[in-house]
């Protein structure tokens, strides 16, 4: 006859194992409960600038990644995002591809006595630069703005940055160079005729201010030509590229124009699993987002990972995977 003190010690365990099952079971006595720091939802930053894509794509993401607090931060324009991300108050948006390569050999901020860095998640395509003039201007190329009243900005936009670099290159000598805080200030100038032509940073925002100037005839014209390449020896991030027909009212056919590749950016101690998932829902949704924005229409899925600076580690993954799924 055995004892039970001599049983073998795995039938113990086991016996164990099934009390604490039972526990389990029992409310208030249990562990099923998880804990504070089981229960809690990660959470990203995402910087604001570039609205009429960011603002689907946080709706895209909070519809989505159900585990992770998506939160928005302030962030004007493309340096502003590079800023925020650096100094760490905000850990995922968009910004400029010069922007960007000059923020990563830059990175000077630290944040919390830690030097914060920034990495890629992925290019997305250029945005495109928009020159608007006034109807009945007679304005028809860039030579003709000479001797007229031109408009830029905002301050720190790409219209504020190529608009003078493109007049330089074409060598025309405006009357006066005005600097909007705002598109709907430049588009009501136009109304008014206080300016004749105004460089505007991609996006076709939909305020009545800007529509009022299309319906009374204002149109795009194209920023090309061989003085162009001059433009693009001083500044390598310039690329060509062209607005879509029907970006506007009466726009029949595609414009050509230059503009700046768009990348998507993060913090370099963002954890590899949420920018993999990120990355993931990034494309999952762009085919929704197209309708947004016409030029994301032509995003080459292809160059996507040939960010500037060094990709995050989860965003290499979602690549990485991507591929070998081809």
């Not at 219209?159 to 060598?171: D, K, M, R, T």
């Not at 204002?218 to 607005?243: K, M």
């Amino acid at each position: 006859m055995k004892h039970w003190w001599r049983r073998p010690a795995r039938r113990i365990r086991s016996a164990a194992l099934i009390a604490t099952a039972a526990l389990a079971l029992i409310p208030g006595l249990g562990c099923r409960e998880a804990s504070p720091a089981q229960s809690a939802r990660s959470s990203i930053r995402i910087a604001t600038a570039f609205g009429p894509l960011t603002q689907p794509l946080v709706t895209e993401y909070r519809r989505t990644l159900t585990n992770v607090d998506v939160q928005t931060v302030p962030a004007p324009n493309s340096i502003d995002v590079i800023h925020a991300i650096l100094e760490g108050r905000a850990d995922f948006g968009v910004a400029h591809s010069d922007d960007t390569y000059a923020g990563y050999w830059n990175q000077t901020a630290e944040n919390h006595g830690k030097k914060r860095e920034i990495r890629g998640v992925a290019l997305l395509q250029p945005l495109s630069e928009y020159l608007l003039v006034r109807g009945s201007s007679g304005i028809r190329q860039i030579k003709d703005l000479d001797g007229r009243v031109v408009g830029i900005g905002p301050r720190d936009t790409s219209s504020f940055i190529l608009g003078p670099q493109v007049l330089e290159a074409f060598g025309v000598r405006p009357a006066a160079v005005k600097v909007f805080s705002n598109r709907p200030d430049a588009a009501a100038a136009m109304i008014d005729r206080t300016v004749d032509a105004v460089f505007l940073p991609g996006y076709v925002y939909p305020d009545d201010v800007f529509w009022r100037t299309v319906r009374e005839g204002a149109y795009f014209i194209p920023i090309a030509g061989p003085n162009l390449q001059r433009l693009r020896e001083r500044n390598p991030f310039v690329r060509l590229t062209t607005i879509p027909r029907n970006t506007i009212d009466g726009q029949t056919s595609i414009i050509p124009t230059i503009g700046i590749e768009l990348v998507v950016v993060c913090g370099r101690d963002i954890d590899e699993s949420i920018i993999y998932e990120l990355t993931k829902e990034l494309f999952i949704a762009f085919p929704r987002l197209s309708s947004v924005e016409a030029s994301l229409r032509f995003l080459n899925f292809d160059e996507a990972s040939a960010t500037p600076i060094p990709l995050h580690p989860g965003a290499a993954r979602y690549f990485r995977e991507r591929e070998l799924s081809r």
